[in-house]
Protein backbone atom coordinates (compact mmCIF):
# COMPACT_ATOMS: atom_id res chain seq x y z
CA UNK A 1 0.00 0.00 0.00
CA UNK A 2 2.71 2.53 0.44
CA UNK A 3 4.21 2.04 -2.56
CA UNK A 4 1.06 2.69 -4.24
CA UNK A 5 0.82 6.08 -2.29
CA UNK A 6 4.23 6.99 -3.53
CA UNK A 7 3.25 5.66 -7.00
CA UNK A 8 0.13 8.46 -7.01
CA UNK A 9 2.07 11.49 -5.15
CA UNK A 10 4.55 11.54 -8.26
CA UNK A 11 1.73 11.26 -10.85
CA UNK A 12 -0.53 13.46 -9.24
CA UNK A 13 3.10 15.71 -8.97
CA UNK A 14 3.48 15.15 -12.97
CA UNK A 15 -0.01 15.84 -13.73
CA UNK A 16 -0.04 19.18 -11.87
CA UNK A 17 3.79 20.38 -12.51
CA UNK A 18 2.78 20.28 -16.26
CA UNK A 19 -0.96 22.08 -16.05
CA UNK A 20 0.88 24.75 -13.46
CA UNK A 21 3.88 25.47 -14.95
CA UNK A 22 2.07 26.60 -17.88
CA UNK A 23 0.60 29.52 -15.27
CA UNK A 24 3.76 30.10 -13.86
CA UNK A 25 6.35 32.56 -15.40
CA UNK A 26 8.93 29.84 -17.38
CA UNK A 27 11.63 30.27 -14.56
CA UNK A 28 9.07 30.05 -11.28
CA UNK A 29 7.15 27.01 -9.71
CA UNK A 30 4.31 26.82 -8.38
CA UNK A 31 3.41 27.29 -4.68
CA UNK A 32 -0.35 27.01 -4.80
CA UNK A 33 -3.70 27.81 -7.34
CA UNK A 34 -6.89 28.98 -6.41
CA UNK A 35 -10.27 29.13 -8.29
CA UNK A 36 -12.05 31.66 -6.33
CA UNK A 37 -15.80 30.04 -5.65
CA UNK A 38 -18.37 32.35 -7.70
CA UNK A 39 -16.04 34.85 -9.13
CA UNK A 40 -14.72 33.31 -12.51
CA UNK A 41 -10.99 34.53 -11.33
CA UNK A 42 -8.09 32.84 -10.55
CA UNK A 43 -4.87 33.13 -7.99
CA UNK A 44 -1.23 32.22 -8.31
CA UNK A 45 1.23 32.47 -6.36
CA UNK A 46 4.76 31.19 -8.12
CA UNK A 47 8.25 31.32 -6.87
CA UNK A 48 11.57 31.05 -8.03
CA UNK A 49 14.51 30.76 -6.01
CA UNK A 50 14.81 34.42 -5.10
CA UNK A 51 11.04 35.99 -5.38
CA UNK A 52 7.40 35.14 -4.92
CA UNK A 53 4.40 35.94 -7.12
CA UNK A 54 0.78 37.02 -6.15
CA UNK A 55 -1.45 36.68 -9.68
CA UNK A 56 -5.08 37.59 -9.42
CA UNK A 57 -7.24 38.23 -12.37
CA UNK A 58 -9.33 36.16 -14.91
CA UNK A 59 -8.10 33.43 -16.71
CA UNK A 60 -6.18 33.93 -19.72
CA UNK A 61 -6.19 37.34 -18.90
CA UNK A 62 -3.88 39.94 -17.36
CA UNK A 63 -3.96 39.98 -14.20
CA UNK A 64 -6.12 42.54 -12.07
CA UNK A 65 -3.50 42.44 -9.59
CA UNK A 66 0.16 41.23 -9.79
CA UNK A 67 2.66 41.47 -6.58
CA UNK A 68 6.01 40.23 -6.29
CA UNK A 69 8.19 40.33 -2.83
CA UNK A 70 12.17 38.83 -2.39
CA UNK A 71 11.00 35.39 -0.59
CA UNK A 72 13.78 36.51 1.97
CA UNK A 73 11.21 39.06 2.91
CA UNK A 74 8.02 37.37 2.31
CA UNK A 75 5.21 36.62 5.62
CA UNK A 76 5.21 32.75 4.98
CA UNK A 77 3.48 30.08 7.34
CA UNK A 78 4.74 26.78 7.15
CA UNK A 79 1.92 24.53 8.78
CA UNK A 80 1.70 20.95 9.15
CA UNK A 81 -1.27 18.60 10.29
CA UNK A 82 -2.77 15.36 11.03
CA UNK A 83 -3.51 14.21 6.98
CA UNK A 84 -2.68 18.20 5.72
CA UNK A 85 -0.04 19.46 4.50
CA UNK A 86 -0.93 23.51 4.45
CA UNK A 87 0.45 27.03 4.94
CA UNK A 88 -0.16 30.82 4.28
CA UNK A 89 1.46 33.35 2.59
CA UNK A 90 0.76 37.10 2.93
CA UNK A 91 1.76 39.73 0.36
CA UNK A 92 1.36 43.55 1.17
CA UNK A 93 0.15 46.27 -1.31
CA UNK A 94 -0.21 49.76 0.68
CA UNK A 95 -2.91 49.59 3.12
CA UNK A 96 -3.79 46.51 2.07
CA UNK A 97 -3.01 42.74 2.41
CA UNK A 98 -3.91 39.49 1.30
CA UNK A 99 -3.31 36.06 3.25
CA UNK A 100 -3.56 33.42 1.16
CA UNK A 101 -4.07 29.71 3.32
CA UNK A 102 -3.88 26.75 1.77
CA UNK A 103 -4.46 23.12 2.54
CA UNK A 104 -3.52 19.52 1.31
CA UNK A 105 -6.13 17.00 2.23
CA UNK A 106 -5.25 13.38 2.16
CA UNK A 107 -8.51 11.58 1.53
CA UNK A 108 -9.74 7.90 2.19
CA UNK A 109 -8.85 5.77 -0.93
CA UNK A 110 -11.84 4.72 -2.78
CA UNK A 111 -11.65 1.32 -4.59
CA UNK A 112 -7.12 1.62 -3.90
CA UNK A 113 -7.49 4.93 -5.84
CA UNK A 114 -5.60 7.78 -3.25
CA UNK A 115 -7.10 11.42 -3.76
CA UNK A 116 -5.63 14.61 -2.11
CA UNK A 117 -8.16 17.31 -1.81
CA UNK A 118 -7.16 21.02 -2.07
CA UNK A 119 -8.90 23.55 0.18
CA UNK A 120 -8.27 27.40 0.70
CA UNK A 121 -8.81 31.01 0.41
CA UNK A 122 -7.55 34.75 0.39
CA UNK A 123 -8.34 37.05 3.55
CA UNK A 124 -8.11 40.64 2.09
CA UNK A 125 -7.21 43.28 4.96
CA UNK A 126 -7.28 46.78 4.69
CA UNK A 127 -5.59 48.66 7.61
CA UNK A 128 -5.95 45.20 9.56
CA UNK A 129 -9.83 45.26 8.74
CA UNK A 130 -11.34 42.36 7.10
CA UNK A 131 -12.66 43.68 3.57
CA UNK A 132 -13.46 40.46 1.76
CA UNK A 133 -12.88 36.75 1.83
CA UNK A 134 -12.52 34.72 -0.78
CA UNK A 135 -13.16 30.71 -1.30
CA UNK A 136 -11.41 28.57 -3.16
CA UNK A 137 -13.46 25.89 -5.10
CA UNK A 138 -12.65 22.63 -3.39
CA UNK A 139 -11.08 20.18 -6.16
CA UNK A 140 -8.75 17.43 -6.55
CA UNK A 141 -5.15 18.79 -6.39
CA UNK A 142 -2.63 19.44 -8.21
CA UNK A 143 -0.44 18.65 -5.19
CA UNK A 144 3.74 20.12 -5.08
CA UNK A 145 5.74 17.83 -3.77
CA UNK A 146 9.36 18.86 -3.11
CA UNK A 147 10.96 21.90 -4.67
CA UNK A 148 8.91 24.38 -1.95
CA UNK A 149 8.69 27.69 -0.88
CA UNK A 150 10.17 26.22 1.99
CA UNK A 151 13.07 24.45 0.66
CA UNK A 152 14.05 27.77 -1.30
CA UNK A 153 13.82 29.79 2.13
CA UNK A 154 16.08 27.27 3.94
CA UNK A 155 18.49 27.21 0.55
CA UNK A 156 18.43 31.01 1.48
CA UNK A 157 20.04 30.15 5.07
CA UNK A 158 16.06 30.69 6.61
CA UNK A 159 15.20 29.02 9.61
CA UNK A 160 11.47 28.44 10.45
CA UNK A 161 11.51 28.94 14.31
CA UNK A 162 7.82 28.15 14.97
CA UNK A 163 5.02 30.69 15.47
CA UNK A 164 6.62 32.81 18.17
CA UNK A 165 9.60 33.92 16.34
CA UNK A 166 8.93 33.10 12.78
CA UNK A 167 11.56 32.83 10.05
CA UNK A 168 15.19 33.98 10.92
CA UNK A 169 18.13 34.06 9.26
CA UNK A 170 20.28 31.85 12.24
Known sequence: MQHCKKIFAAIVLGVWASQA?????????????????????????????????????????TPQLYLSEPIASVDYHPWDAPGATSGSITFRNGDYAYEVASFFVSQPFADDIPSVTHFGWITVTRNGEIVEKLECRPEPSRYE?????YDQMIAQGMVWNGYGRGWTDD
Open 145 to 149: YGGTL
Open 21 to 61: TADCAATFDPFTFCDITGKGTVLRVCHDDAIVTYSYGLPGE
